[in-house]
């Protein structure tokens, strides 16, 4: 399963969700959402997005948890 890491690179960064909405064109309960980890993770795209705004790797953005089975 994956978990996006958004939360910890933005705080990291000094950014905001308001940075990542005026740099994607996305709308503020999607940042939430992802920013929160209430949804399912960003799609690659977006994910490609979000990394290449704040200047970091696409794998930065993201955490590979271990399954529950």
Do not use: C, H, Y
Request: proline share 3%; glycine share 2%; aromatic share 6%.
């Amino acid at each position: 399963m994956l978990k996006n890491k958004i939360r910890k690179v933005l705080a990291d960064k000094e950014k905001n969700n308001k940075f990542l909405i005026d740099a994607l064109g996305v709308n503020k309960s999607t940042v939430s959402r992802w920013v929160a980890n209430r949804d399912e993770i960003p799609s690659i795209k977006n994910l490609e997005k979000i990394a290449k705004a704040l200047e970091v790797s696409f794998f930065d953005l993201i955490e590979e948890l271990p399954d529950d089975t």
